[in-house]
T-cell receptor, first 114, second 117 residues
């Protein structure tokens, strides 16, 4: 069974540009999460999807961030326009509700804004 | 709201020595507790978790952790470390919920374990 996959693994963009991160959860996982770790800080929750619906987006930092999960499968996280403080690692994670509360993480997308 | 404190940002230890990585949490309600590990250039991997029952939890790679409710701690231990244990370790909590609950995790800042040959 494939794990949570994220693309791209690394991205370097200029301030003001747009970046879209993609996450493919483990097959059959209805819950999908985005987390972020900014340099030197702790990993922080951004938002949570249940299938295609946003269950909790209380961690989204501002309206430059837009997350979608079309059809309840893969998810994208778009940053537009990117700012320097958006640099960090963006983790995607998934969970199958019927299998309990263990959340499985992807390898992260490393974003550098210059 | 919950919070997690990992007291040590870096822990160097010699190979085959024991190690303890400390984690304390704060919460007004009962929590689930987790330890995740991030090896260099890899994602977060679940080491072990405490949901209920026995307070001593065993995980992968020989790690174990003990839940202490009175001290609100969940320290991670290994009796003899290996070079391959060099990684960053994260303690996390979530609040048990029912239905379509979020189960979102609150993480500590992480502890970098360096195993010295």
């Amino acid at each position: 069974e494939a794990g949570v996959t994220q693309f791209p693994s690394h991205s370097v963009i200029e301030k003001g540009q747009t970046v879209t991160l993609r996450c493919d959860p483990i097959s059959g996982h209805d819950n999908l999460y985005w987390y972020r770790r900014v340099m030197g800080k702790e990993i922080k929750f951004l938002l949570h999807f249940v299938k295609e619906s946003k269950q909790d987006e209380s961690g989204m930092p501002n309206n430059r961030f837009l997350a979608e999960r079309t059809g309840g499968t893969y998810s994208t996280l778009k940053v537009q326009p990117a700012e320097l403080e958006d640099s960090g690692v963006y983790f995607c994670a998934s969970r199958r509700a019927s299998s309990g509360n263990t959340i499985y993480f992807g390898e992260g997308s490393w974003l550098t804004v210059v | 709201a919950q919070s997690v404190t990992q007291l040590d940002s870096q822990v160097p230890v010699f190979e085959e020595a024991p190690v303890e990585l400390r984690c304390n949490y704060s919460s007004s309600v009962s929590v689930y507790l987790f330890w995740y590990v991030q090896y260099p250039n890899q994602g977060l991997q679940l080491l072990l978790k405490y949901l209920s029952g026995s307070t001593l939890v065993k995980g992968i790679n020989g790690f174990e952790a003990e839940f202490n409710k009175s001290q609100t701690s969940f320290h991670l231990r290994k009796p003899s470390v290996h070079i391959s244990d060099t990684a960053e370790y994260f303690c996390a909590v979530s609040v048990p919920t029912s239905g379509a609950g979020s189960y979102q995790l609150t993480f500590g800042k992480g502890t970098k374990l360096s195993v010295i040959p």
